[in-house]
């Protein structure tokens, strides 16, 4: 068999020199510069693989001279060799042939653990995408309760420039008295307030803050009107929808940063708080769960319902109550509060002791 390989020897540049090898059953004959030749038996060669993965053959031996090694990098070259070996080089070819087989598998596997290791956070990455508004979600439900009310707070600081609050009224007082027979025993540690604002609204601040308007009491026809209102909007903290719906509008950052307590930007990036929108979900948890607030603080529950139909009659006008718009009061709903109300039997309640005639003139 006759091929050139790269040869490394002495009297031969450090880089080598590309030489005709010819190798036949008994030895191994170089043609070196000059028209020399050396010529070998092949029990003398000593085989071993290298290079970059593995994937060179080298002949090396040692003479008078030195060291002598032969590089053999032609894989056609290297099958032809070992599928009819010299049969002195045999068993040496054939441990060559295994050795590259198992750095070939290893180095498969190594190749396909590191695209993995590239690709997986790509997947991920794609995934949480995909399925944001789902994971921002959980994520949200996973948000200490300490967090949130520090969120809470932030986002306060940030929104009440905007708004003109009302301080020192029988109203205040009403919402005060209200909210906390609403929220005994709960683990926000809540505080209400009311805002000049003629549009019939309330709205809820992860945390704990209820920001009622006083469009909202000038609206409401009685204390139980606005006991359903606020009963309803404390849910919205309770069972965390509007942290929830805060974490997707913002997404899996902002999420992420409610939990691992980075709150820096996000109480900026909350504008429009009380133009968050909730789930159909949503509303009908904070509608029973608010019905169930209402039941334990023993206030008459009737309300609740009649003041989403006050607010159904003002949507006749051209502009829709700003409470509607975040949380649509549709017949159906009015009619399923009225079934449940009727379906949980027996109601104790305690009227609310609050002069609401002179609660509505103290805003006036
Ligand atoms: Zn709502």
Redesign the pocket.
């Known amino acids: 068999m006759n091929f050139t390989a790269l040869v490394h020897g002495p009297g031969l540049p450090t880089t080598g020199a590309r030489l005709p090898v010819q190798l036949d059953s008994y030895q191994l004959q170089l043609g070196l510069p000059e028209g020399r030749r050396l010529s070998l038996p092949l029990g003398e060669l000593q085989l071993s693989v290298g290079g970059f993965n593995d994937s060179v053959w080298r002949f090396e031996w040692q003479d008078g001279q030195g060291r002598w090694s032969l590089a053999l990098e032609d894989a056609a070259l290297q099958q032809q060799l070992a599928a009819q070996p010299p049969a002195a080089l045999a068993t040496a070819i054939a441990g060559l042939r295994g050795h590259q087989r198992r750095h070939r598998a290893v180095w498969r596997l190594s190749v396909g653990a590191m695209l993995l290791w590239f690709l997986l956070p790509a997947l991920l990455l794609g995934l949480l995408l995909w399925n944001a508004s789902a994971l921002t979600s959980r994520l949200a439900g996973l948000v200490p309760v300490a967090q949130e009310q520090k969120l809470g707070e932030a986002i306060w600081k940030a929104q009440q420039r905007q708004l003109r609050l009302i301080e020192n009224t029988e109203a205040n007082r009403a919402v005060q008295t209200i909210g906390e027979r609403l929220t005994a025993g709960s683990r926000y540690h809540y505080r209400w307030f009311l805002a000049r604002d003629n549009s019939i609204n309330a709205f809820a601040i992860p945390g704990g803050v209820v920001v009622v308007h006083s469009g909202l009491i000038a609206a409401a026809g009685s204390a139980e009107e606005l006991a359903g209102v606020l009963a309803?909007?404390v849910q919205?903290v309770e069972q965390r929808?509007s942290l929830r719906a805060m974490a997707q509008s913002l997404g899996i950052s902002a999420g992420l940063g409610m939990i691992f307590g980075d709150l820096s930007g996000i109480a900026q990036m909350v504008t429009g708080l009380s133009q968050l929108s909730?789930s159909r979900e949503?509303?009908r948890e904070?509608d029973l769960e608010g019905l169930k607030a209402l039941r334990a603080a023993r206030i008459n529950p009737a309300g609740m319902p009649s003041m989403f139909e006050t607010l159904q009659r003002e949507a006749g006008d051209l502009q829709p109550p700003a409470l509607l718009s975040?949380?649509p009061a549709t017949q159906e709903r009015i009619a399923s509060l009225r079934a449940a109300i009727a379906a949980s039997g027996d109601w104790p309640s305690e009227p609310l002791e609050l002069d609401w005639p002179a609660v509505q003139a103290s805003l006036r």
């Open positions: 309803h909007e919205h929808h909730y949503a509303e904070a975040s949380h």
